[in-house]
């Protein structure tokens, strides 16, 4: 939260007797005399069970959820919206550990192309869409091989598989709508959904049979049209139970939008697609296509923020896998309470303030300003926050 950017910089930062008073009063432990060394602390990091920090995490959602803040911001005024997506972590040139996935590239050597191996580790990431600005981790599936010598890297099919069977049972009455690209746009992704509700980015490459279906369909007359809708007044179109006609056994409700821009005297025809087991009708319609449209900000609110803003989740702060999950999971826990702070605190928009000088300013006040048992005490009192 102070962007502290490696376990160095954190160490010589924090050792000031502001900092260490305060780690005094939220430890316990009253004989702590410095902040523990770096080494000390990825030591703890490479036996501590990553299941321990994820329960936390889950701890926090489950409270947010259950104090109803977010609520309107549901969709349809009922599904809490959850985008997953991956992304890649860290990158090596050796092989790092067992659980590494790995490929080959070609590379020019000499005047000559050798292949060679890289390894490298990816993670799997579903966000809770609270509210339009915030956007919180609500669980991770560390995409990595089980062993050395695999016929087949792990990937982020297999790892929603898991993701979602998992969310199944941490939160089995959370009405949930799943986004994702079109990589999603399974059949195996769409039948663990058959509790949940969907919407999927649509591409004629993934879904083949069922993009030539609405195709035939709407080449009849059989879409339903609204014109004039979304920011740019575009064209909003939706056909109902396209697996019917394409032979599949998941519901399949499919719908795009098409806008035009112009620009330099040049039209340019802009057409998103997707697809989903919500029922669609005419007054739904546009805050589906809304929704849809909004599944990209896992990337660029989600991990965009995280590997180029105050987080800089690539950075290694541990060669231990074990170390390594557990930095990226107090990451996760960090972002969730900057993120609702950041929603209540006029000021910062009032005066127009990064993020990156919030972080700083914490970070001063971290250092010099000590914490006492007074403060401590109002944590445990009812207090109402105003989100922006």
Request: hydrophobic share 35%.
């Amino acid at each position: 939260m102070c962007a502290v950017k490696s376990m160095r910089s954190m160490e010589e930062t924090f050792n000031e007797d502001a900092c260490i008073a305060t780690l005094r009063i939220l430890s316990g432990d009253q004989g702590l005399s410095e902040m523990p060394h770096a080494d000390t602390l990825n030591y703890y990091l490479e036996r501590l069970s990553p299941q321990c920090l994820a329960d936390v995490r889950k701890k926090m959602v489950k409270s947010l959820i259950r104090k109803k803040s977010f609520s309107r911001s549901r969709l349809l005024g009922k599904y809490w919206r959850v985008i997953i997506d991956g992304t890649g972590l860290f990158y090596f040139r050796e092989k790092h550990c067992e659980n590494c996935l790995v490929t080959t590239v070609t590379r020019e050597v000499d005047g000559n192309e050798v292949k060679v191996k890289r390894y490298y580790h990816k993670v799997l990431e579903a966000k809770l869409l609270l509210s339009p600005g915030i956007l919180i981790s609500l669980d991770t599936e560390f995409i990595e091989n089980e062993k050395e010598d695999v016929s087949k890297n792990d990937c982020e099919i297999n790892a929603a598989k898991r993701l979602l069977e998992r969310l199944h049972k941490d939160y089995p009455r959370l009405p949930v709508c799943l986004q994702g690209d079109a990589l999603y746009a399974a059949e195996t992704i769409m039948k663990m959904c058959r509790d949940w509700k969907y919407i999927l980015t649509q591409k004629a490459t993934r879904q083949k049979v069922l993009a030539e279906s609405y195709e035939w369909i709407a080449s009849g007359g059989g879409a339903e049209t609204l014109t004039g809708i979304g920011k740019e007044g575009g064209n909003g179109e939706y056909i109902n139970h396209v697996e019917e006609t394409a032979g599949k056994e998941e519901e399949a409700d499919m719908y795009r939008y098409r806008y035009e821009t112009e620009e330099d005297g040049e039209k340019e025809i802009h057409e998103f697609q997707w697809i989903t087991n919500i029922e669609l009708t005419k007054k739904n319609l546009e805050e589906m296509i809304e929704a849809g449209r909004g599944r990209w900000k896992i990337e660029n609110e989600g991990f965009n923020n995280q590997k180029n803003g105050i987080y800089d989740i690539e950075h290694l702060n541990s060669r231990d896998s074990n170390a390594m999950k557990n930095h990226y999971l107090i990451t996760q826990i960090a972002d969730i309470v900057m993120q609702i702070y950041l929603s209540f605190s006029p000021l910062r928009k009032e005066i127009g303030q990064s993020i990156k000088n919030t972080s700083s300013g914490l970070l001063e006040s971290f250092r010099r300003h000590t914490v006492t048992d007074e403060d401590v005490s109002y944590i445990s009192k009812y207090t109402t926050v105003y989100l922006e």
